[in-house]
């Protein structure tokens, strides 16, 4: 990837597409680069191109990239659709690095033909494309910089008014699959007093992609976040695979768009009508250690805190504050982003109290976490009891909460707990509410020294939290899929729904336990049944058109007798005759005492097999209590995907419920997930439930589909 190098930093810029009128795209890029070049910041020679002039304010234009006499590294270009991949052609061929494709008019606009002209160009030239159809590059350290909406405008009142503001240096990668979206970014990260490394928009992604950007900034010096907002990829594990050796090296957080098209339908399975495309995209987040971000602000919020502060070991807060409703309200809200906020421990009480003592804290002061100096609290007493916390080494992270309205309070604070936190390296950020001139004064100073400030306690916690839970990925590559199956039968089933006897030989071959069942087709072979299973028992109807069988009173449970037995058979045999299916028989089974969970594959368009895990039983699609991976998994998943469980209490031993073995519970959803990774003719396949107590994990009810033919997938 090292052609990137020359879009962040060429030696030579062609401009194609500058004009007589300045507002046109291709003319404001060239003026933005050579005022960036007035002013030092852009080392790089900038030559406009445009064959029908011959100069701009006195300084020659070239009628073609091959007249321009030094070798271009970088074109961008601002030109018609239609003439754009003759271009590029004439760039590779002039042994140009990179080309920006600004234009746009390419396959969103149907002219998919002009975007395999530009794929032939890049082929056969070896150029290097970002975009078309993208607003390109902003790097404040090189001056590269494409973006072409301006920077001022006027207000109808006559006023000029910014309207992008200026980025300025910072550790902050930013890839953007939306143009829009990249100066909203811009605009945020400014107002939060956060610079940037430099700002990609990707455009159609004919070549460069959001992977190659990763791979880029992840072994880049000057990153230490990459910030993506992204709508989608087309190779999921490609872009797992570069997520996952980008978070190794840098923090990178994702702003996820596009979640409506989430499951919710009527399918055959369980799995399918709850796991949507944004699951199975927050699944591989998880695996590749990506901290997912809700919107706009909780991006600018977290990337600022993970850019200047170090992440902590655990989730144990200390919270300081001089305001007692500031205290009570961040000590309500940090449970919800996973924060503790422990009691204090007697050798640290016996050091407050000397504080106490001392009347550096005052008498009135009730010593507990959060601590609530009251407005009798001075810069000083913030400064010794940070310094006595921070020393005692008992707590995770901290928040300082110095409201500077009490007279007591002076700005020397800022200082004061810098020197503290300096000190001793904490996790540290500070909530300072307001927008008096003070308020916003003090957390742009302690912004300055690299504490991360919030103008709210909710937001402040939110990073807190970012910072608590952040911890990097497990070195790994996601493999594609296999082409064969490894169970070599399965070729000779017929397409479609599985059937419950081969769905009991796939899951006995991955080593996973069925209960003891018999098919039965008529009332004579009833008899055989006690011969062969013990009572109680289950009775089903067994039938590959009915999806979900207790929905129509299909399963009946509890069957302690042979009596029972006939009476449940003609039951059964009565609702199929009413319901004019096929009669295929029942299933008896062995009953099962247990929690009922779920565990369910499918092929996902983009990342191919997935795995979720949870709650199961026929209220599973109600209870939704489920976790997502990207297929096959490890130990280490299967353990943080049951953990990830909100009803994870009910495995260690619920009323008359035997305790689940986690260790074993972990295996059995490591096994599963390998199934439809190594036989691609399973497409979907799900127990549900799956009956666990104690060691034991027995599938009760299996249901799946079979796709040998690739092309029908
Ligand atoms: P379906 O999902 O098609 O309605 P299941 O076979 O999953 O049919 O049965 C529905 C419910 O009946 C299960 O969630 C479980 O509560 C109970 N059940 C089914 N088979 C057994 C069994 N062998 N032992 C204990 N309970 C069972
Ligand atoms: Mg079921």
């Not at 401009?15 to 009128?21: A, F, I, K, L, R």
């Not at 953990?643 to 419920?657: A, D, P, Q, S, Y």
Request: glycine share 8%; with cysteine.
């Amino acid at each position: 990837m090292s052609e990137l190098r020359y879009l962040f930093n060429p030696d030579s810029i062609a401009v194609v597409g500058v004009s007589q009128n300045p507002s046109k795209v291709g003319s404001v890029i060239y003026q933005r680069l050579m005022k960036n070049k007035s002013q030092g910041i852009l080392k790089a020679e900038v030559y406009p191109v445009n064959p029908n002039i011959r100069s701009i304010n006195g300084v020659k234009v070239y009628s073609s990239i091959s007249e321009i006499p030094d070798d271009v590294d970088l074109v961008v270009i601002a030109i018609p659709a239609a003439a754009v991949p003759n271009i590029v052609r004439e760039a590779g061929e002039n042994r140009a690095k990179v080309a920006v494709i600004i234009s746009g008019g390419f396959a969103e606009s149907g002219r998919i033909d002009l975007d395999e002209q530009l794929r032939k160009a890049i082929r056969e030239t070896g150029i290097r494309v970002v975009g078309p159809n993208t607003i390109g590059v902003s790097d404040p350290y090189s001056g590269v910089d494409t973006f072409f909406l301006p920077r001022f405008k006027q207000l109808s009142n006559g006023k000029i008014a910014e309207s992008l503001p200026e980025i300025s240096p910072g550790n902050i990668a930013v890839i953007s699959q939306s143009g829009a979206l990249s100066e909203v970014i811009m605009d945020c990260l400014k107002v939060s007093g956060i610079g940037v490394r430099a700002i990609v928009c990707v455009g159609n992604q004919v070549d460069l992609t959001v992977e190659d950007f990763l791979r880029y900034f992840s072994n880049d010096p000057l990153t230490e976040v990459i910030a993506i907002y992204l709508e989608g990829v087309k190779d999921g594990r490609k872009f797992l695979n570069a997520l996952i050796q980008a978070s190794i090296s840098k923090k990178v957080v994702i702003l996820k768009a596009g979640k409506t098209d989430v499951a919710g339908r009527a399918a055959y399975t369980h799995t399918a009508s709850m796991v949507g495309s944004i699951e199975v995209y927050r699944g591989a987040f998880k695996q590749a250690g990506v901290v997912e971000v809700e919107d706009m602000e909780e991006m600018v919020d977290v990337v600022k805190a993970l850019s200047m502060m170090k992440t902590a070991k655990g989730n144990r807060l200390f919270i300081l504050t001089n305001a007692g409703g500031l205290a009570v309200l961040s000590s309500d809200l940090a449970p919800h982003y996973g924060l503790t906020i422990p009691n204090i421990p007697e050798e640290l009480m016996k050091k407050l109290e000397e504080l106490k003592n001392q009347k550096i804290i005052d008498p009135i002061v009730f010593l507990q976490n959060p601590l609530d100096l009251t407005a009798q609290g001075t810069s000083q007493t913030f400064e010794e009891v940070f310094r006595v916390v921070a020393s005692s080494g008992i707590y995770d992270l901290y928040l300082i909460m110095p409201s500077h309205q009490p007279p007591s309070v002076d700005d020397t604070v800022i200082d004061r707990l810098f020197n503290v936190y300096r000190e001793y390296d904490c996790s540290l950020v500070v909530c300072e509410h307001g927008e008096s001139e003070w308020s916003k004064y003090i957390r742009e100073r302690f912004d300055q020294l690299g504490i991360p400030s919030y103008p709210d306690v909710r937001r402040a916690l939110r990073a807190l939290s970012a910072l608590a839970t952040y911890r990097k990925p497990r070195n790994r590559i996601f493999e594609k899929p296999w082409e064969t199956n490894r169970i070599s039968w399965l070729y000779n089933l017929g397409d479609g729904p599985l059937k419950f006897e081969d769905g009991v030989k796939i899951l006995n071959h991955y080593g996973l336990e069925t209960p003891k069942s018999l098919t039965v087709l008529n009332e004579e072979e009833l008899r055989n049944v006690i011969e062969e299973l013990s009572f109680p028992l289950v009775m089903k109807i067994y039938s590959t058109k009915i999806a979900h069988k207790s929905d129509i009173g299909g399963v009946i449970v509890g069957l302690k007798t042979q009596n029972d037995l006939i009476e449940a058979y003609k039951m059964l045999r009565k609702k199929v005759v009413d319901l004019n299916v096929e009669w295929e028989g029942v299933v008896i089974q062995e009953m099962v005492k247990g929690v009922e969970l779920i565990l369910g594959s499918s092929h996902d368009a983009v990342f191919g097999p997935t795995i979720m895990f949870g709650i199961g039983g026929i209220f599973t699609e109600v209870l939704r209590d489920f976790s997502v991976r990207i297929a096959p998994i490890d130990h280490d998943d299967a353990y943080e995907m049951i953990n990830e469980l909100k009803m994870k209490k009910i495995l260690e031993g619920f009323r008359n419920l035997q305790p689940v073995n986690i260790e074993k519970l972990a295996e059995t959803i490591s096994k599963f997930s390998k199934i439809l990774w190594e036989n691609p003719s399973i497409r979907q396949l799900e127990i549900n439930p799956l009956i666990a107590s104690g060691d034991r994990f027995i599938a009760v009810d299996i249901r799946g589909t079979i796709s040998k033919n690739k092309d029908n997938r």
